[in-house]
């Protein structure tokens, strides 16, 4: 099966940064996604880990260590518009080679002035 | 820029009843999803199809469930006599490639109320 675990709730000030962690176990892993998710909206595309390392695109940075089945999203300059919930979710691979992707409950980040 | 579509954004129906999703994929997308929300819950996996037929399904797809693409451009999420527990926000998501950074691109989703 698969187990994926983020903290519930985080609050952070604008114009900090904030690093929200996911921890995953596995079978067949091929990548790990971040999305964010408005109330009441779809989740949106923010980032994608395959290899280990940090990925770095704008505010935004993701990274990935597979052999600890750890991630963290690290959100820079934060903007209350930040304020929402931040996915984590693992692709893998069945035995046919396709795939499923599976979420986390979220982190539901508050940004206060 | 394109994206992916559902309708209808709101679905209210009556216990028993059957309910069909309708989604409209990205066009040049070849793996296409469905997932759900229960309010205040997370994201859950339903179903993927590719090449007209379902290549993975989670445990919650159980016989009450069933997905069609009956044209070039639909995909849809059949519940057969709904229950109370079925009410969620149905996500659809498609997605280019099976591989790589190809993230899936969601719809932004059916809320489905079963009173």
Redo the contacts between chains.
Sequence with gaps: GQNIDQPTEMTATEGAIVQINCTYQTSGF??L?WYQ?HAG?????LS?N?LDGLEEKGRFSSFLSRSKGYSYLLLKELQMKDSASY?C?VRSL?S???????????TKLQVIP | EPEVTQTPSHQVTQMGQEVILRCVPISNHLYFYWYRQILGQKVEFLVSFYNNEISEKSEIFDDQFSVERPDGSNFTLKIRSTKLEDSAMYFCASSRENRGGTEAFFGQGTRLTVV
């Excluded at chain 1, 909206?41 to 595309?45: I, L, R, S, V, Y």
């Excluded at chain 1, 046919?96 to 979220?106: C, E, I, L, N, R």
Aim: proline share 4%.
């Design positions: 091929n990548g996604f998710q909206e779809a989740p949106t595309f994608y395959v996915l979710a069945n046919g080679g396709y795939q499923k992707v599976t979420f986390g409950t979220g």
